[in-house]
């Protein structure tokens, strides 16, 4: 498709993007769950919702364990995320980082 066709199927240069032969390529944003409080027994209590993440940021989820057992987790956005594992304070912090849409929702 030359440039005159794709003008008069896409008439807004904001439109081109979606088209796979455009000049500008799409953009793609990765999105996240959101919750900053949830216990394993009920459904997330504090900023449940979405985010999306930003250059070097992938989807992260917070898990803390007391004796073995899932106490809290926590879901976002975070720039350079990594998977590590610690034990502080009798407790375990498992952070996991994917980088597909909504990959940190896996309560």
Not at 37 to 59: I, M, N, V
Request: overall charge positive; charged content about 20%.
């Amino acid at each position: 498709m030359n440039k005159s066709q794709r003008d008069r199927f896409f008439p807004s240069p904001f439109l081109t993007w979606f088209h796979p032969g455009s000049e500008s390529p799409a953009v793609s944003t990765l999105r996240c769950i959101t919750c900053y409080l949830r216990t394993p027994s009920d459904h997330c209590r504090r900023g449940y919702g979405f985010c999306t993440a930003e250059q070097d940021a992938k989807c992260m989820m917070l898990t803390i364990y007391r004796q073995g057992i899932p106490e809290l987790f926590y879901t976002d956005c975070q720039r350079f995320c990594r998977d590590l594992i610690y034990r502080f304070n009798n407790r375990t912090y498992v952070h996991n980082c994917c980088d597909f849409d909504y990959c940190n929702f896996k309560f």
